[in-house]
């Protein structure tokens, strides 16, 4: 069953941001990660506050965002992200294929 990483990220420093998301990505890749939102346009419909970046990325199963997140390869990225970006995370269940 798929699993999804989702961000509400907001930037503290921008180059750090760009640095954070480049090793991210690789190590997201390596995972079998793959983005399905990478900060597009967001709106609020209902209730708030106004919607900062999101970021969601699927996993093939929970076991392997758990691995991802706790990869040493990954690690390198969480150093960067202490002063790129404020973050709220999440890991979700997807739904069972039918």
């Not at 997201?28 to 346009?41: C, D, H, N, P, S």
């Not at 919607?51 to 199963?61: D, H, L, R, S």
């Amino acid at each position: 069953m798929p699993a999804y990483v989702i961000s509400e990220v907001e930037a503290r420093d921008q180059a750090a941001m760009e640095a954070y998301r480049s090793l991210a990505a690789q190590t997201i890749a390596q995972y079998g990660g793959r983005y399905l939102v990478r900060g597009g346009a967001a709106e609020v419909v209902e209730g708030g506050p106004p919607a900062k970046t999101i970021i969601i990325v699927e996993f093939p199963t929970m076991a392997r965002a758990r691995e991802w997140y706790a990869s040493a390869e990954y690690a390198e990225a969480l150093k960067l992200r202490q002063t790129a970006l404020e973050r709220r995370l999440m890991f979700v269940d997807g739904v069972p294929e039918t």
